[in-house]
């Protein structure tokens, strides 16, 4: 049967991309599949191949876990406090049964990771123990590992014992420690000292590794060089000159080669064994390009570097092993991954199909982050795309970027900075090129706003391949106050250019402003564009002459963000009658917490929505697609329902709000509020928000609204309104269904499926009528060993779990406030009481998930005690009250049968004097 249900806009939180990694220390796995990084007080536990986050370890020790189709749960066993100072450094040998802590007071510990316990404790260094590396070298070397510079006396002695001691130990494990004064020991577990003391470096030792195929110990310094330390001798057999800071080394596996990066960011490669570098020389990077870490993945043969700016760069290591002898080689670089966006300030997404977001954060270049779904794909083929790395770095601005903007194909991306530049970049991911295409400079401040063409020309080269041609103009808007458009049509594009076009020319320049330009749009139907600035009003320009066609005034703050709305919205219906007219609408959010729509034929505002706390910082339209088809692959989307957009807000308060300009009252207008973010929200994107003809590879991308915010985070919200009407009807009738069982089993008398049911259905005035009717049985047809008179009842009620006994128990606390209803009550409380154990009702008060964190159960077990007691005294009272009931009863009966009697004697008196005055007569 159809059932009607309330139709919700529901959005979920479908993707997240938050920060993987904000500094630190960076762990790794024995085969460099898995990382450990720092992001604040917590660690992730992070799977390189797919940049997924499969655990976060918080703080105080609580495991969290993603929702991914890999997790790992890890457990806190103990928490170990090794040193009195902080600890700098730390190594796991190759068993996961030793742990090595180096600290700041120069001491080094070794800990029994399953016992708890310390095992080793070694000083020597004389400051800051800054690496560590466990080893075990061949057998039958150990008696050559003694430091060199010993006497030839005390080098036997100690010889002789450390045979000794690894002749009735077994094999040792050895632990080398580097320290800030660049000396290095290196520790016999076994014999519990030190073996040997190499010291060449003059400055920190930053990175230790072992070579067992070798037996090379290579060690790599801030004093820009690395030595092989040879372990049969502990002599230097080779030192290689850097000629750059180092903070990390290793060797790739059981090879000849070795890998270091340090302060210019570049990942180096050597011949260990002819100590020839084999990468060519590259040019060095920035300061935040500085390397501080490498993990070489064996399984996948690459090398991760970890950055200072908090990226990751993964290199394939193929061609090392292709390359002929004494030729150099370039790593290729597969992907980057960004290990924290630090504060997202604007984005747009961008492609043709609009799988690219490219996003501006708070830094001097653009990132291009994959969004492309590729959870049809199976992991690791070809086509899979991982989603959320990075594609490209567009640099070029010297500020920090504070505004970007899309054209209507998606090939073109304008930015606009604090240096006072605008650039205009082609992106063709199907090449991969990416390139700035112009430099726009003629502001005297900083740019705040920019903006493209949002609709295709009619005809011509630019409308059939607008990857080639650029977009007609560009609009800029300014800490100046001024708003200027840029001619770019006659721009042409090459695949052989170098360099980007400059001294272009502004076709005009219009002072807008009393204040900031904080946004501009173009209009989709329209030869029109609009500012909005910080001095509370919105302009509305002609594009043609760049003449003002209307002033919108009503906001009481400065105007942060506007938007026309997209090509073939509805018109909207006016109070008074008539519409907004087809020249489209204008919506604007304003640091006054409020989002008003305005119309572009009356220049008035039509609506006005309140509902954030604070300042609306970004406002765009979500419009709506084609009606689903059966090839549709997510039917859910809601704008199928529907050809009228939705509005989307954010706000500092760290919301994101939809709402409709078309319901019916004021209180309808906010559909739903999004809840993802823990700081200020400042950017929203929607995928499909100007695509000219909606295809099929637009509206079916299942994120119709994507938000980032100054937490340095990403969510993408899955439009689900369509999903939860139909199971809430599903639900609905099910429900029906269910109601129609139950009446049934009541009728019938089935109370064992009649009690059940009635707790599933939460329905406590049929299951009221039940207990009624089973307490209520004549008493010939109740079984006599049943509490509740019939045995399935009783054997129904013994057999609940927690939950249900709970809610079971709040009925019974209802019905035991009514006098009418007590006697159900205490017969199903009795009943209870007698099934379980006392401490059964104990273990469910502690248990948080009943009631507000246990508190529930008490409340509810300290109220079934108050009404019990009162009716037990109740019932006190009514039995002694019967005593005097019973008293007077059988005082009167005594009384009336005395009366009787006097009357029996009385008459039969009567009769004898008669007699006996007839007698006497």
């Known amino acids: 049967m159809a059932t009607k249900v309330n139709f919700k806009t529901t959005f979920e939180a479908a993707r997240t991309i938050e920060p993987i990694y904000t500094g630190g220390d960076i762990s790794h796995n024995s085969n460099g599949t898995l990382i450990a990084t720092c992001v604040d007080e917590d660690v992730l536990i992070v799977e390189i191949k797919t940049g997924k986050v499969l655990s976060r370890i918080e703080g105080d020790g609580e495991a969290v876990t993603k929702e991914d189709s890999v997790t790992l749960t890890p457990t806190l066993l103990r928490t170990l406090k090794p040193h009195n100072t902080p600890v700098v450094c730390s190594a796991i040998d190759g068993t996961g049964s030793l742990l090595a802590t180096g600290g700041a007071d120069g001491t080094v510990k070794v800990w029994d990771v399953r016992g708890g316990y310390v095992s080793h404790t070694f000083h020597g260094h004389g400051g800051v123990v800054s690496a560590l590396r466990f080893f075990s070298t061949k057998s039958g070397n150990a008696s050559s590992q003694v430091a060199a510079n010993s006497s030839r006396k005390r080098k036997i002695r100690n010889a002789e014992q450390t045979e000794a001691d690894e002749t009735s130990v077994g094999p040792s494990i050895y632990l080398a420690s580097g320290g800030e004064d660049g000396k290095i020991r290196v520790w016999n577990l076994a014999s519990r000292k ?25 060690s790599a310094s801030r004093d820009r060089t690395l030595i092989l330390w040879d372990s049969q001798s502990w002599k230097q057999q080779k030192v290689i000159p850097a000629l750059e800071v180092l903070e990390t080394a290793g060797f790739i596996g059981d090879t000849q ?24 020389k590259q040019k060095s990077g920035l300061e935040n390009d500085a390397i501080t870490a490498i993990v070489h993945n064996t399984e996948a043969d690459t090398l991760l570097s970890i950055h200072q700016d908090q990226t990751m760069r993964e290199r394939s290591l193929s061609r090392l092993w292709e390359s002929a002898e004494n030729k150099s080689i370039e790593l290729p670089l597969l992907r980057t991954i960004s290990g924290n966006y630090d504060e997202v300030i604007d984005m747009a997404c961008v492609g043709p199909d609009r799988t690219l977001l490219a996003l501006a954060t708070n830094t001097e270049s653009i990132r291009l982050i994959s969004i ?9 083929s070809p086509e899979s795309t991982p989603f959320g790395n990075d594609v490209a770095l567009l640099e070029g601005h010297e500020e920090i970027i504070i505004c970007l903007d899309v054209d209507w194909s998606g090939y073109w991306l304008a930015t606009g900075a604090k240096d006072n530049t605008a650039r205009l970049w082609r992106l063709d991911p199907a090449s991969s090129t990416y390139k700035c295409f112009t430099v726009f400079a003629g502001h005297a401040e900083s740019l705040g706003a920019i903006a493209l063409p949002r609709s295709p020309p009619t005809d011509g080269p630019a409308a059939k391949n607008p990857a080639d041609h650029a977009p007609a103009f560009l609009l800029t808007g300014s800490q100046d106050k001024t708003v200027k458009r840029w001619e770019t049509a006659r721009l042409k594009y090459s695949n052989s250019m170098t360099e980007p076009h400059s001294g272009v020319k ?21 030869p029109l564009f609009a500012s909005a600035s910080q001095d509370r009003t919105i302009k509305i320009w002609s594009l043609d002459d760049g003449s003002v066609a209307g002033i919108l005034r009503g906001h009481k703050r400065g105007v942060w963000s506007i938007r026309f709305s997209p090509a073939g919205t509805p018109p909207l219906a006016l109070p008074d009658g ?6 489209g609408l204008l919506v604007s959010g304003s640091g006054d917490r409020t989002v008003k729509v305005w119309s572009l034929a009356t220049y008035t505002c039509l609506q006005t929505f ?18 689903p088809t059966d090839s549709d692959t997510h039917p859910e989307s809601r704008q199928s329902q529907t050809n009228q957009p939705l509005i989307a807000s954010a706000s500092s308060d760290t919301l994101v709000k939809l709402w409709s300009a078309y319901a019916g009252t004021d209180s309808d207008h906010l559909l739903a509020t999004l809840d993802n973010h823990t700081d200020r929200v400042w950017a929203l994107a929607a995928p499909t928000s100007y695509s000219p003809s909606p295809s099929k590879s637009h509206t079916s991308y299942p994120y119709p609204l994507i938000s980032g915010a100054a937490d340095a985070s990403l969510t993408f919200w899955r439009d689900t309104t369509v999903l939860t009407a139909t199971l809430a009807s599903k639900r609905a009738t099910e429900r029906i269904e269910q109601d129609q069982q139950l009446q049934n089993h009541i009728f019938s008398k089935n109370y064992r499926e009649a009690i059940t049911l009635s707790l599933a259905l939460n329905h406590p005035g049929r299951l009221l009528r039940v207990f009624q009717d089973v307490v ?70 502690k ?12 409340e509810l077990l300290r109220a079934l005690e108050v009404y019990t007691e009162r009716h037990y005294k109740r019932m006190e009272e009514l039995v002694d009250e019967s005593y005097l009931i019973e008293y007077t009863l059988r005082e009167m009966d005594e009384i009336s049968g005395i009366s009787a009697g006097l009357d029996g004697i009385l008459a039969n008196g009567h009769d004898r004097g008669n007699e006996e005055d007839f007698v006497m007569l």
């Open 847 to 858: 248990e948080r998930k009943l009631g507000a964190g246990g508190k529930g159960m008490k």
């Open 776 to 845: 209520n049985l004549p008493d010939a047809e109740k079984e006599p060993s049943s509490i509740m008179g019939v045995k399935a009842v009783d054997e129904v009620l013994a057999s609940l779990d927690h939950q249900q006994i709970f809610t079971l128990l709040e009925r019974v606390r209802d019905w035991n406030t009514n006098a009418r209803t007590a006697t159900v009550a205490q017969t199903v409380l009795n009943c209870l009481f007698r099934s379980y154990p006392a401490s059964m009702f104990v273990d469910m008060a």
């Open 194 to 218: 030190s073996i040997a003391f190499l010291d060449s470096h003059v400055s920190v030792v930053r990175s230790l590794d072992f070579s067992e195929q070798q037996q090379l110990l290579l």
């Open 257 to 280: 080669y070795c890998y270091a990066g340090g302060e210019h960011g570049v990942v180096r490669i050597w011949n260990a064994v002819e100590g020839r570098e084999v990468t060519p």
């Open 610 to 627: 309140e509902g954030h706390s604070n300042s609306v910082l970004k406002v765009i339209w979500i419009p709506p697609s084609h009606p």
């Open 578 to 583: 008539g519409s907004s007219g087809s020249r």
């Open 372 to 380: 492309k779904d590729d959870s049809d794909k199976p992991p690791g």
């Open 506 to 526: 502004a076709l005009f320049t219009r002072v807008a402003h009393e204040k900031d330009i904080n946004a501009i749009d173009v209009s989709p139907v329209a």
